[in-house]
Each structure stands twice: as C-alpha cells, then as structure tokens.
C-alpha cells in the first residue's frame, strides 16, 4: 500500500483518464514561455460566524519556485504574518489552517514580509538570471530565464493581497500584478472543472501531499498539478495583469557588470525624466522610486518598502 500511495502522489498511477483539450496526454512536454514558476498560495484570517468579514489578512506568505525543465523545486521561502487589524485569530481558522496564536504572534507586519520577499526574489534573481515579463509569446532565447508567478484562482494576488495593500498604504511590487491563475488553465486544458486544488489533483492521479490549507503545502501541491499540466502538453500563459502595459523588470536590475552605484545612478538617470511628468500616477511613481532604491548599494529592503509606500 505504501508503495502505491507513493506511486500516485508522484503521479506514476492515475484514478481517472482526463484527456486535454490538445490531445497531448502522454506526449513529451511542449515548449515553455517561461523557465521557472513561482507558486503563491496564501493563507488568511477567516470566521465562521454568519458575519461578513470585509477585512482579510495575509497570515501566511508561501512560495516555491518550480523549474519548468526538470520539474524540480529549487528554492522555496515562508514567512508567518502579524494580523494587526484582527490580531487575534478565530479558532475556525486556527483549526482550518493548522495555524496558532503563538505563530502569527511571533510573524512579522506585512511590510516586513513583504521586504523579506522581495530580498528572496533578489537573491534567485541573481543565482539564476531570472526576469519578469508579461505579453510573452515566445520562449526566451538568450541566457536570461523568463519566470511568472502562479496561484489557484486570481483570490491570492488579485484580491487578497490587493486590497490589504491599499488598506494599509503599502507599495505592492510590480512583479506581483501579473499572474498565471492555474484553476482556470486546468479548466481550459482539461475542458473540466476541477473541484478545489485536492480534486483536481485527483484528477489526474495525484495524491495531495501534507495539510490541506497549510500555505506551503498548497504551494508544493500546485507546483505538482502545473508540473503534471506541463507533462501532458500544457503551455504556461499568463491569465491575468493588473498593469495598463506590459511589463518587464529588466536583467540589469539585478544582473549587470556595472557596479551597483553606477547601477544605481544609470536607473536613476533613465527614469529621472519620467518621475518630472504632471500626469504620472502614484503607482506608476512608485514602482519607478522602487526599482531604483532596490539597486542603491546596502539598501535596506525594509527602508526601501517604507520609503515607496507613500
């Protein structure tokens, strides 16, 4: 029994035969638009009392990366998050999310994470040449290695971390507003519904693997359905962007022979003429003051959030 439960959780056994929608089921993988993956799947505060809660907030931030290639997990990151306008957690979510008191006690304000995400961004950026790009129809054909982030359903990033955001007068990234939102891919590739993460899962064969609703558990399991999806022919494309345009935080951001002061001054100098525009909005503003406070020397990433968040 053992031997088979391990066989369906690395999708070795299949319960039922989905076909996609191509036709590809059991073919060699296709041709990726991106290299790598980055799988978010948060968890909030939540209630089970009848009332309407208008105000969720994040209390655990997850991420793995997934590279598209091997299929292999390269590097994940965590952080437990201070609930400040419900601080207390409701005993539905502790026992819904595995998560206690003491965890989020001991967690950082979102501002904190946010900064800790973005320095864990960095730090892969730099080890693996990766970028952010939006409106991409083609693969990457030169040195650098395309990556977009992945959630089930657009609640995570469109909704969630959003309007908490806003809520709280905190600079959300950039590269956070674009997004692959993996239930409707499925729904698409598959021509079927999936019902919930664990379902879909199943679907194809897969055992979840660990606690339900714990974030990073979530975030490996959706790593594992994108990485089945990419096996049965199914082509990455981002679902859904916040921006007006595309976007593309470019390599020399974090990649560059230039010094970082001179990485610093040259940003600085290519987006000093665009900050003196009467009708640049605050988001636009920010994004630009954001880019460039991450490539002045010895920033302070938690200064740098701060800072831009005005």
């Known amino acids: ?139 990457s054909t030169s040195e650098v290695k395309l990556c977009a982030f992945v959630t089930w359903s657009d609640w995570d990033l469109g909704v969630c971390l959003e309007y908490e955001c806003k809520r709280k007068q905190l600079l959300k990234p950039v590269f956070l507003n674009s997004w692959i939102d993996l239930r409707a891919t499925y729904k698409l590739f598959y021509r079927r519904k999936p019902k919930g993460l664990s379902g879909a899962l199943q679907e194809v064969g897969i055992e979840f693997s660990g606690r339900e609703h714990s974030g990073l558990d979530d975030s490996r399991n959706t790593a594992l359905l994108a990485w089945k999806m990419i096996r049965d022919g199914c082509v990455m494309k981002i679902t859904r962007s916040l921006n007006k345009g595309p976007f593309l935080l470019p390599s020399w951001t974090w990649n560059s022979d230039l010094a970082s002061g001179d990485q610093h001054a040259f940003l600085q100098q290519e987006f000093g003429t665009l900050l003196q525009k009467p009708n640049i909005s605050k988001q636009e503003k920010g994004n630009i003051l954001w880019l460039t406070m991450l490539s002045k020397p010895q920033k302070n990433y938690s200064d740098c959030m701060l800072n831009t968040a005005s």
């Not at 598209?68 to 400040?84: D, H, R, W």
């Open 1 to 139: 029994m053992a031997t088979k439960r391990l066989a369906r959780q690395l999708g070795l056994i299949r319960r039922k035969s989905i076909a996609p929608a191509n036709g590809n089921l059991g073919r060699s993988k296709s041709k990726q638009l991106f290299d790598y993956l980055i799988v978010i799947d948060f968890e909030s505060t939540c209630w089970n009392d009848g009332k309407r809660h208008h105000s969720q907030e994040i209390i655990e931030f997850p991420a793995v990366l997934l590279n598209t290639s091997t299929g292999q997990i390269e590097s994940e990151f965590q952080a437990y998050v201070q609930p400040q306008e419900h601080p207390v957690l409701s005993e539905f979510c502790m026992e819904l999310t595995g998560i206690k008191q003491a965890q989020v006690d001991e967690g950082v304000p979102l501002k904190i994470c946010l900064s800790q995400f973005c320095k864990w961004i960095h730090k892969i950026q730099q080890q693996k040449n990766i970028i952010f790009a939006t409106g991409v129809s083609e693969p």
